[in-house]
T-cell receptor
Framework: GENVEQHPSTLSVQEGDSAVIKCTYSDSASNYFPWYKQELGKGPQLIIDIRSNVGEKKDQRIAVTLNKTAKHFSLHITETQPEDSAVYFCAAGNFGNEKLTFGTGTRLTIIP | DTGVSQNPRHKITKRGQNVTFRCDPISEHNRLYWYRQTLGQGPEFLTYFQNEAQLEKSRLLSDRFSAERPKGSFSTLEIQRTEQGDSAMYLC?????????FGSGTQLSVL
């Protein structure tokens, strides 16, 4: 089955700086890679996703890059703000089947 | 669009008791998923439905667990003879195509 590894487990950045979270996956058949943000006491919230036919996708301050050959993908958050503080999860699966395999999460703290 | 709703938000039970959770998906979403999340980990897939049909179950789902979606709308997850290892957040999610939307979960504590 699929295995997703995520690094780092914790990340602290100064407000306004950029944050990068990296994930690797094992199953070359995976073609859908979403990122979720989870705040305390809430369920994961989808923030951005990418399919394997695209190398990069951007949505305002958030971008995701995918390297299919190396089987890794990354989340980039620019101009970080205090409200970006949360736990972020990467996931991998197959488009059209949302049986996702999640990483172990990154706790991001934005320092004012 | 009122989002995915889960009840109860918290459940404390004694070992050996049965518990049942309910999930109301986003209307018109034909797929419904159950995931389990333990502290410090990402969600783990348990099972999913397309309309009323349960299409896949994870090996994590022991025979003490049963899920239903009788009319293709809301779903229930029942755990019989709970064990301390069942303590976790149980998350429900729904989708129509591709994007998975999660509820806030039911936090189960087995004493």
């Amino acid at each position: 089955g699929e295995n997703v590894e995520q690094h780092p487990s914790t990340l602290s950045v100064q407000e306004g700086d950029s944050a990068v979270i990296k994930c690797t996956y094992s199953d070359s058949a995976s073609n859908y890679f979403p990122w979720y943000k989870q705040e305390l006491g809430k369920g994961p919230q989808l923030i951005i996703d990418i399919r394997s036919n695209v190398g990069e996708k951007k949505d305002q301050r958030i971008a995701v890059t995918l390297n299919k050959t190396a089987k890794h993908f990354s989340l980039h958050i620019t101009e970080t703000q205090p409200e970006d503080s949360a736990v972020y999860f990467c996931a991998a699966g197959n488009f059209g089947n949302e049986k996702l395999t999640f990483g172990t999460g990154t706790r991001l703290t934005i320092i004012p | 669009d009122t989002g995915v709703s889960q009840n109860p938000r918290h459940k404390i039970t004694k070992r050996g008791q049965n518990v049942t959770f309910r999930c109301d998906p986003i209307s018109e979403h034909n797929r419904l998923y159950w995931y389990r999340q333990t502290l410090g980990q990402g969600p783990e897939f348990l099972t999913y439905f397309q309309n009323e049909a349960q299409l896949e179950k994870s090996r994590l789902l022991s025979d003490r667990f049963s899920a239903e979606r009788p009319k293709g709308s809301f779903s229930t997850l029942e755990i019989q003879r709970t064990e301390q290892g069942d303590s976790a957040m149980y998350l429900c999610a729904s989708s129509r195509v591709e994007k998975l939307f999660f509820g806030s979960g039911t936090q189960l504590s087995v004493l």
